[in-house]
């Protein structure tokens, strides 16, 4: 079991498809937006296309109007694994709390303080490249979703799931409704979604780095390949160290 963890628009989705087909593994999303149906081109979700062969679960799990908490995420992660007992699995995404709800003890009614133990034998593979170059990836892919068509769907999400809390709160959604709504322009709306996309970036990148159980590569942006290859050569145990 592996998982690849890091801020949004670092590379996650592109390393765990070359890992999976090495390894002939099964992906387990861990994003909280990709979890729904039909949010599509705003979560960065992953095509058919790219998928393949590839058995991705928890990926378009429920519908924009259902209900989804981290304490069900928990359970059906579990169930996947233990329906799969002999097939390597690579779990992927930049929701924090899913990872450590779903590869722990996690307690949702603690009674004392005390640290999630892992209960998976697994790697946790963390990406990660220099701020300034993150926050250029995630303009840039915000530019590619607005001309992938990112306004035509939340509209057609929005007028048919206009309670979905999901479309409410999620970056890339809540931004569009707000110009759909008459509440600020394109421009801005655009300008927000990016701003918004850095700041969870960020906020991945404090989650991330304070769990010690990570190793970390720095992504070459340049030369994908050989970010794939300094991954393989860790999970294969040619070497322990961090990649830069």
């Known amino acids: 079991m592996l998982a690849v963890v890091g801020p949004t628009g670092v590379g996650k989705t592109k390393l ?22 039909e949010l599509n081109i705003g979560s960065a979700k992953v095509t058919p296309a790219e998928m393949g ?25 579990r169930k996947i694994v233990d329906d799969h007992p002999n097939q390597n699995i690579i779990i992927v995404g930049g ?7 779903a590869i722990s003890d996690y307690d949702f009614n603690p009674t004392k303080k005390q640290a999630p133990r892992v209960i998976y034998d697994l790697k946790i593979i963390g990406l990660t490249a220099d701020r300034a170059l993150i926050y250029r990836q995630i303009d840039q892919r915000v530019d590619e979703m607005i001309a992938a068509g990112l306004v035509a769907e939340v509209a057609t999400l929005y007028q048919k799931y206009p ?27 655009i300008a927000q979604i990016k701003q918004n996309s ?47």
């Open 95 to 101: 929701t924090g709390l899913y990872l450590t709800a």
């Open 198 to 244: 850095r700041h969870y970036a960020k906020r991945q990148f404090t989650w991330f780095k304070h769990k010690n159980n990570v190793k970390w590569f720095t992504v070459d942006y340049e030369n994908f390949e050989q970010t794939i290859n300094n991954v393989i050569k860790y999970v294969e145990g040619e070497t322990d160290e961090e990649v830069e």
């Open 16 to 37: 765990s498809l070359a890992l999976a087909k090495r390894y002939k593994a099964l992906i387990i999303n861990c994003d909280a937006v990709q979890i729904y149906r």
């Open 53 to 77: 062969d590839i058995p991705h679960y928890l990926i378009d799990w429920k519908n924009p109007d259902e209900e989804y908490t981290v304490k069900d995420y928990q359970t059906d992660f």
């Open 163 to 189: 309670e979905s809390k999901v479309l409410k709160r999620a970056i890339g959604y809540k931004e569009i409704i707000a110009y759909l709504e008459h509440k600020t322009t394109l421009a801005e709306a």
